[in-house]
């Protein structure tokens, strides 16, 4: 059987609408349930189907009577029914969330094609895994960036109205350039962002002296952790040191580059976990500092497969907006430091998600805009 004929209007239209939307609540849910488990291995590199659900602190094997999305959560008030350990909220909230978006794709485009709210739903579950994965690791993992990718072009090869085009052809055209466009725009944002933004400078009184601690570099007026400096591999703290002290041994007039895994004193080489202790006496700290990761680009060429250019232009712009208003306020009010990192791929995620149930509207208000 063909996969449109799954789809097909009339059969879906023999059965009243809202009969659809209890089921397309109660199906998110249970991937909900799912998108947990994605949330809490992904990360760890676990595998999401093996072993079945358990208890992270006892081991308990849950069965599937107290599996049941939602009720089981308020039945047993977020708690292991065998240890009594407490579930995350997190649970009950990602379940609740799959279901009403779920809800809310079926309510949106169920009237003109089922097809399309069902791949709604698909592209949905990757932005609630993607963002409660970057919130707590400041990752998107491949599987759901490049997955993404994969899956967008998929969908717009079976259900070309994803692109509002009736030809296949056209569909994963529509498709392809998205994934392209949208990549390639973000990874030229990083790179020129990179360029710009992606060395900060931090001029010292002459001869200051700055100490490499176990957690943090300390300066005379403050620490700055190590988890506010090093964001991937890759990151370099650079200086030229006066003075450099180790527990055993002293240099003169010498650069130093530290990595996450790596410490350099002119051409000699230490593991970082190996030297307890270095000071040094230098005017001029260079951290490295990137507005975006390369996992930004590839979720944004995900997204992109799915909703094509338009949705990659407005989802970026849009996202832009939404993490300079929510991220100066996360600073202002909890006083944080401009140089905490925050992750923008959920700013990416609200975005893709108000092109999804909004993305007429925005057209037809745009096309006011531009004809005034």
């Known amino acids: 059987m063909a996969f ?69 959560w308020l039945y047993l008030r977020g708690r292991c029914a065998n240890c009594g350990a407490p579930f995350s909220i997190r649970y009950f909230l990602v379940e609740l969330l799959t279901g ?4 809310g794709s079926w309510l949106c485009s169920g009237h003109d094609s089922a097809a399309v709210a069902f791949v709604d739903c698909i592209l949905i ?7 409660f994965i970057d919130l707590e690791h400041l990752i998107i993992p491949d599987e759901i960036t490049l997955g993404g990718v994969g899956a967008g072009l998929l969908a717009s ?13 056209d569909s994963l055209q529509q498709s392809f350039i998205g994934a392209l466009f949208g990549g390639g725009l973000v990874y030229g944002v990083l790179r020129a962002g990179k360029w710009a933004f992606g060395r900060e400078v931090i001029p010292l009184p002459p001869a200051s002296r700055v100490i490499f601690s176990e957690t943090a570099l300390v300066l005379d007026d403050r620490q700055i952790p190590y988890e506010e400096v090093f964001y991937r591999d890759s990151d370099v703290v650079k200086l030229r040191a006066e003075r450099a002290e180790l527990f055993d041994r002293c240099y003169l007039d010498v650069e130093i ?14 593991e970082p976990e190996n030297v307890p202790y270095l000071e040094v006496t230098t ?23 799915f909703l094509g250019w338009p949705g990659v232009v407005f989802s970026l712009f ?23 990192q925050i992750p923008y791929g959920p700013y990416i995620a609200l ?16 096309h006011l805009w531009i004809g005034r």
Not at 11 to 36: C, D, E, I
Not at 125 to 131: E, K, M, N, R, S
Not at 157 to 169: G, I, K, N
Request: aromatic letters at 14%; charged letters at 10%.
């Open 318 to 340: 849009a996202s832009s907006v939404l993490g300079s208003i929510i991220g100066i306020t996360i600073i202002a009010v909890r006083r944080q430091s401009r140089s905490t």
């Open 4 to 72: 449109s004929a799954y789809f097909d209007p009339d059969t879906w239209a023999r059965v009243p609408f809202h009969f659809w939307s209890v089921v397309f609540f109660v199906f998110g849910t249970v991937v909900g349930s799912f998108l947990n488990v994605c949330i809490h291995r992904m990360p760890l590199g676990e595998s999401v189907v093996f072993p079945p659900s358990h208890c992270p602190h006892c081991r308990y094997g849950i069965p599937w009577f107290l599996n049941l999305p939602l009720a089981t």
């Open 100 to 103: 009403v978006l779920f809800l």
């Open 257 to 270: 580059l530290l990595s996450p895994s790596k410490l350099y004193i002119n051409e000699e080489e230490f």
């Open 351 to 366: 975005a893709a998600l108000i092109w999804i149930f909004a993305h007429t509207e925005i057209v037809r208000l745009f």
């Open 157 to 169: 090869f079976l259900v070309p109205r994803l692109h509002q085009v009736t030809s296949l052809a």
């Open 283 to 305: 005017s001029k700290l260079y951290l490295p500092r990137e507005a975006m990761g390369l996992g930004d680009a590839k979720f944004m060429a995900g997204i992109g497969a």
């Open 125 to 131: 579950a990757g932005l609630i895994v993607a963002t």
